[in-house]
């Protein structure tokens, strides 16, 4: 059984590769502005919840009666074992909604829509920084729909006790500010903390976050020359070494340090800020709704996540959605047409508005929701990044082995960066 998967798998992609040729050399009008709209229907599968979606959908179909876009919902927690089996069966969606820690796994399985179709210029025009997660030297991966930036909500009342007057801005104004808000006991236990941060297995988004620290520090993570995707993390930058980030995140979790606000005996990060003792919380602009619902009576707020002092540029990470056109789709201009119509009309818009996120187009960054939070978001998502993960559950165990071993004394900052590095290459040979 596992063999005759193997094989219809292998199958499959070299029927990919062959579309990819008629595409790239035009023989299958991709994009063409003179072909006519798309016709029947096309299925669409993610996570998003079918309620959701579905005046979303009504909407844009009425908008488009040559066509249909169905929606299937999936799991979460199965959604890309059932998109493999799926595609390997020919049964597959003509598109889906594409994480970007699923775009590296799908670029060989999906139509890589070539610069002649869309061109380059165009895209970056169109989309905010962090939608280049979808590029690669061929062509676009996906067409970027929404923007899920890292941000940092903070317990208002905590910093008013502690004369606070606003969050900080800049990282040397955050560690000025931890000592003073972390609350200890005689034996040095932490009572009330400022920042978790320093360990990976109870802080939430722990790669996220120190994967921010990394692009703040001018390093992309991965690359891209030629179709052939690297690791970067040990390129030296002369203004900032990433054995110097790695320390200074975890030496949040050295009780030597007077900075050290978080150990592995605590709670879950997000719970320590709905249960109002964590200062700072670094999360999602989607865990909004989420954090509101654990604590209705908390205090809190949002800010940008604090930068570099002096850098010449703003960051922070960010998790960015697309929509990809399946190699396999048996009505793939369709398909085509409708991505393109639901990434730059006003399905994207409402799509971004439903999840509580940043849409990914540039325009409709500039038309902010009135009430308080999202200009935050808006903002941020136009500073944000991304980086093309390979594998979303080994990379997790590469950024926690790296911190581990710095925080066990079993190897220095450099070495685990070094490490790590060659481990993050060997997930990125194809």
């Not at 820690?101 to 139509?111: D, E, G, M």
């Not at 190699?327 to 006003?346: I, P």
């Amino acid at each position: 059984m596992k063999g005759n998967f193997q094989l219809i798998t292998i199958i499959v992609f070299i029927a990919a590769a062959i579309l990819g040729v008629l595409v790239f050399s035009g023989a299958i009008p991709i994009g063409n502005q003179n072909a006519t709209g798309g016709q029947g229907t096309v299925v669409l599968w993610g996570t998003v919840k079918s309620g959701a979606m579905l005046s979303l959908l009504e909407d844009f179909n009425n908008a488009n009666p040559t066509f249909i876009v169905k929606y299937e919902e999936k799991s979460p927690d199965t959604f890309d074992q059932d998109l493999l089996e799926a595609i390997a069966s020919g049964v597959g969606p003509d598109m889906f909604f594409l994480p970007d820690n699923l775009a590296f796994r799908y670029s060989n399985k999906i139509v890589t829509i070539p610069f002649a179709s869309y061109s380059l210029a165009t895209f970056k025009n169109t989309f905010a920084s962090a939608g280049e997660v979808f590029l690669s030297s061929k062509g676009i991966l996906a067409f970027p729909i929404s923007i899920d930036p890292l941000v940092m909500y903070y317990n208002r009342s905590m910093l008013d006790a502690n004369a606070v007057i606003f969050p900080p801005a800049f990282w040397d104004e955050f560690t000025n500010l931890v000592p003073f808000i972390t609350k200890k006991d005689d034996s040095n236990k932490i009572i009330k903390s400022a920042a978790a941060l320093g360990h990976f297995s109870n802080i939430a988004h722990a790669k996220d976050i120190i994967s921010a620290f990394f692009m703040q520090a001018g390093n992309p993570i991965v690359s891209e020359k030629d179709g052939a995707f690297s690791s970067i993390l040990s390129s030296f930058n002369s203004q900032y070494d990433l054995a110097s980030v790695l320390k200074f995140y975890t030496d949040f979790a050295d009780p030597s340090k007077n900075i050290y606000s978080w150990n592995r005996s605590m709670p879950n990060s997000v719970d320590a800020f709905s249960a109002e003792n964590l200062a700072f919380y670094f999360g999602h602009a989607s865990e909004l709704a989420t954090l509101i619902n654990k604590n209705p009576n908390q205090n809190f707020f949002v800010a940008p996540i604090p930068q570099i002092k002096d850098a010449k540029f703003k960051l922070t990470g960010a998790r960015v959605t697309g929509l990809a056109i399946s190699s396999f789709s048996k009505n793939f201009n369709t398909a085509f047409v409708a991505a393109s119509l639901m990434a730059t009309g006003d399905f994207a818009n409402k799509f971004a508005m439903t999840l509580g996120v940043a849409p990914a187009r540039r325009d409709l960054l500039k038309i902010m929701p009135v009430d308080s939070y999202s200009p935050i978001f808006y903002n941020s998502a136009l500073f944000a990044k991304s980086w093309l993960d390979p594998s979303n559950k080994d990379t997790d165990d590469i950024f926690r082995r790296m911190i581990d071993g710095v925080l066990s004394n079993s190897v220095s900052t450099r070495d685990a960066i070094s490490d790590a590095d060659a481990k993050l290459n060997l997930l990125l040979v194809k």
